[in-house]
Structures are given as C-alpha cells and as structure tokens.
C-alpha cells in the first residue's frame, strides 16, 4: 500500500510540474516556468555556480556513481 | 532572457546563438546522451563520458556569463526584478518533503515500499534507451539553466 501511495505521490508531483509549464507557455511565458525561476533565483554567480555544482551532482549521482 | 518576453533586457541580438551551433549543440548532446546510455556506472567510461559533459557544460555556462556580463543582465524584468514564480516554491517544498519522507520510511519500510526519486531513476536508467533519455533530458536541463 506504501508503494502505491508513494507512487501517487510521485505521479501527482510529476504531473504538477508538467500543468504549471504548460500554464506557463499558455500565459505566453508572463508566468515564469521552471527553469526561469530558477535563474532568478540564481542571479548572482555564488548561487549560480551553486546550481552548477548541483547539476553536475545529479549527472554525477545517476551516470557515474 | 527569453527573447520577445514583455519588459525583459539583455536580449541583444548576438546573445542568440546562431541554427548552425544550436544544430551542433543539439547533435553533440544527442551523441552524448546516447553514448551515457551505454555506460555502467562505477566505471571508467562512465567518468570519462560524464566529465566530458561536465566540461562541455562548463563551457557554455562561461560563455553565456562572459556574454550577459557585456550585454546586459537576463532573467529579469523590466524593472531589474528577477521573474520568480511562487508556484514553483511550493512545488519545490512539496518535492523535496515527499523526498525526504520516502527516504526516512525506506529506513524501517524498505526502499521498494518506499521509493526515492533516486531509486526510480535506477529502474528507470536500467535500459539503455531509457538512460540515454534521461541523459538527454539532464543536458537539456543544463543548456535551459547555463545556455544562452
């Protein structure tokens, strides 16, 4: 039953994400999308080169290690 | 800067990559990613290929910052405000807390009862032709975060 749920969960998130990009493209991009929000919020180059590190993590984590 | 979005700066003209690199730039990803797709991590290949994408990365990002810094500041409004969208924090505390419950529960549960985002993209990373998608989709995140 965990798993079900937890699927759920994993699911909605996904879909959730999908509808607020696609939210997004329909206002014409007046709403930021993902990817805009996030280089908002990395405008400076520490929390830039923050992101950067983190995005190396994640290919890190799933390809090599 | 998204160019044509409404009171955003910086979107010179020659801040736009030209068909021909964005052709190249998407091939070379599409030949990486595909390349990822065949490797096993713990392995050399895997470094290598990975490192390779780490520096590719890297020097768009360097190219991008060296051009925003002489054209003009992007991600921003009209008036010098970053565009935040609120929606997405909420998103993000949603993800991260579901994270970190299916991690927690996977110490007494297990992580079959309780997976992680980690333990789906193994699954999912198990054929070569899903892993070379999702490398794809991890080069198109960097190029949408670092790129022009």
Sequence with gaps: VSRVLALTAWVLLAASLVGLEVRSLASHRRIPGLLETLRGLTGGIVTRSALFVGWMWLGWHIFAR | ?148
């Design chain 2, 1 to 148: 800067v998204r160019p044509g979005c409404p009171g955003s700066i910086g979107s010179t003209p020659s801040a736009t990559p030209s068909r021909a690199r964005l052709g190249s730039a998407a091939l070379g990803a599409g030949v990486l990613a595909v390349l990822l797709g065949f490797t096993t991590p713990f392995t050399t290949g895997a470094d290598i290929l990975t490192a390779v994408a780490f520096a590719a990365m890297a020097a768009v990002a360097l190219r991008t910052a060296l051009r925003q810094r002489t054209g003009g500041r992007g991600d921003v409004a009209g008036n010098g405000r970053a565009r935040i969208g609120r929606a997405w924090l909420v998103w993000a505390g949603l993800f991260a807390a579901l994270e970190v419950a299916t991690y927690i529960g996977g110490w007494s549960g297990g992580r079959h009862a309780y997976p992680t985002l980690s333990s789906l993209l193994d699954t999912a990373t198990g054929h070569v032709g899903t892993k070379a998608l999702v490398a794809l989709v991890w080069l198109a995140l960097g190029w949408g975060l670092f790129g022009p």
